[in-house]
């Protein structure tokens, strides 16, 4: 009965969405919570940094079978270093994980091209050389693209983005179009709607620029319990807020 009810409101949400225009091209989601997940279950943070993982995979999928364009998820930022040593390795963990050939098989499968924006230099060099195969093996693909912001701070972008220019355009005048085109996110438009979990209402360092003119929108719901029915509230209510605007 529950599971009838779930998906009589899943379809419900579909519907009342317009699918044939005003979808938003560009969504970015702060996966927060996953901790808190965790401890409320009497597990360690560590399940829940893997069943966020499991929700990060459906989520991509669902992206993708629902005709987003591009899809930025904010995996680790540039702060998240200070964490235990300990829940860090296992990030990093789960990140070798993800950039495995049966993985990458997957994504090839569905047409996925995957990037990562941030300073992936920080990271073990073995998990450099995977993320960059993971790179060259999806290029090809021409559906969903998905953007892992790992090592990844706002300000830390604007920052590399001065510096870049400083070498090339030292003494010209910029314009912000121009600017644009030296952040980590060159390659995609900046967002539509950002979502972030976990009832925190806050861009702790994400896409700082990018994010001027983006919907934001934020749910209590923890990262691990993520589902369809979110992703469609969400698209939902971005909808109703451009017909407003
Ligand atoms: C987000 O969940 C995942 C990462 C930052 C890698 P958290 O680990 O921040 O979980 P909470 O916010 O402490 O519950
Ligand atoms: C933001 O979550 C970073 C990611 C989701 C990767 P955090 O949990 O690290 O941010 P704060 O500490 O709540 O600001
Ligand atoms: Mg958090």
């Known amino acids: 009965m529950e599971w009838f009810g779930l998906n009589r409101t899943k379809a419900n949400l579909k519907r009342k969405i317009d699918w044939s225009s005003r979808l938003p091209k560009h969504i970015a989601i702060m996966m927060d919570g996953n901790g808190r997940w965790a401890k ?5 943070r560590s399940a829940g940094h893997y069943a966020g993982m499991q929700t990060m995979r459906q989520t991509i999928s669902m992206c993708n079978d629902n005709g987003i364009e591009s899809l930025t998820l904010y995996a680790f930022s540039t702060e998240n270093w200070k964490r235990p040593k300990d ?12 950039v495995q050939d049966t993985n990458v098989r997957e994504l090839n499968k569905n047409n996925i091209k995957v990037f990562f924006i941030g300073d992936i230099s920080k990271f073990p060099e073995e998990t450099q050389e995977a993320m ?36 090339t355009k030292k003494g010209e005048e910029i314009t912000e ?24 209402k806050r861009l ?16 209590d719901e923890m990262w691990p319990d993520f589902n369809e029915l979110l992703l469609y509230q969400s698209i939902l209510d971005f ?7």
Request: hydrophobic share 35%; net charge negative.
């Open 87 to 98: 829940e860090v390795d296992y990030i990093i963990s789960l990140v070798n994980e993800f």
């Open 40 to 44: 409320r279950r009497g597990f360690p």
């Open 177 to 200: 179009e121009e600017f644009e085109q030296f952040l980590y996110t060159v390659q995609n438009p900046n967002p539509d709607l950002l979502i972030r979990t976990s009832g925190e």
């Open 239 to 245: 909808q109703i807020r451009k017909k407003r605007a």
């Open 204 to 219: 702790s360092n994400f896409l700082l620029w990018q994010s001027a003119h983006t919907e934001l929108w934020f749910t």
């Open 132 to 167: 960059c195969k993971v790179v060259d093996q999806t290029e090809e693909n021409t559906g969903l693209k998905v953007y892992f912001a790992m090592n990844y701070g706002g300000k830390s972008d604007i920052i590399q983005s001065v510096i870049s220019i400083l070498k």
